[in-house]
């Protein structure tokens, strides 16, 4: 009971980070920053959605071709696109996040290292641009490949009706905790090697939960959510982040 209660509140908390996160991105004059971020993030996503828009008749078709009966035909055909267009969006989202994440990391790290010393005073790193990268690609190829693992039999599962919703929950929630893992991670490079991060994100989960719910309801919203979905999660992250290690 009380480990359940500490993990809301963690939730709660990492949420209640974006509250403040617009304040500490004027004040610290963090903006400028995010510029190449925002334009790999929305290049990312409409690759995403170009590849839904063709891959899912493909898929659909595939999948329609696994009926061999004449009748009911149109009616799994329309099921099947649907089913595909899905599939695209749902694994292209993961896909999309990790992308973003790895590739923007080398422009995250100041940002977070910046929010670090406002709250800490002077904070000594030896990070370069390849080293950042090369840990981003690492800790995102391994949250993607894990993430997959487990969205592949929650996403067929999720297609069934009426008990369906509580898998899409899952699905939802397992997303946010790896967006949530990828913005705490940009704080985590200066203090932990690879294994200690992954530790101390599972240790304070509740925190990726909360950062990484608010991160996926951002980028439901067209346009400005891809624009500003960075910005705000990675300053949110950093500062709840920052907290817990200097605890």
Avoid: C
């Avoid at 790895?102 to 290292?113: D, L």
């Amino acid at each position: 009971m009380l480990l359940r209660s500490t993990m809301l509140k963690n939730i709660l908390e990492g949420i209640q980070a974006y509250f403040s996160a617009f304040e500490l991105l004027n004040k610290l004059k963090l903006w400028k920053y995010f510029a190449i971020p925002i334009l790999i993030s929305v290049v990312t996503a409409i690759l995403v959605f170009v590849s839904a828009y063709f891959l899912s008749a493909i898929i659909g078709d595939q999948i329609t071709s696994l009926w061999t009966f004449d009748w009911g035909k149109d009616v799994v055909s329309t099921i099947s696109n649907f089913i595909g267009g899905a599939i695209i969006i749902v694994f292209g989202l993961v896909i999309y996040r990790h992308v973003v994440m790895a590739f923007s990391a080398p422009f995250m790290s100041p940002v977070s290292e910046a929010i670090e010393k406002y709250y800490l005073g002077d904070v000594h790193t030896d990070a370069k641009f390849s080293i950042t990268l090369a840990r981003a690609i690492k800790i995102n190829a391994r949250n993607l490949f894990k993430e997959i693992l487990f969205i592949i039999p929650l996403f067929f599962l999720s297609l069934i009706p009426v008990i369906g919703i509580v898998f899409t929950g899952l699905i939802f929630l397992i997303q946010a905790y790896y967006a949530g893992f990828g913005n705490m991670d940009y704080t985590l490079e200066r203090h932990y090697n690879y294994k200690d991060s992954i530790t101390f994100v599972k240790q304070h989960k509740g925190i990726a939960i909360g950062n990484g719910i608010v991160f996926m309801l951002l980028l439901m919203i067209p346009v400005i959510g891809i624009i500003l979905v960075l910005p705000l999660s990675v300053v949110s992250a950093t500062k709840e982040t920052v907290k817990r290690i200097h605890q």
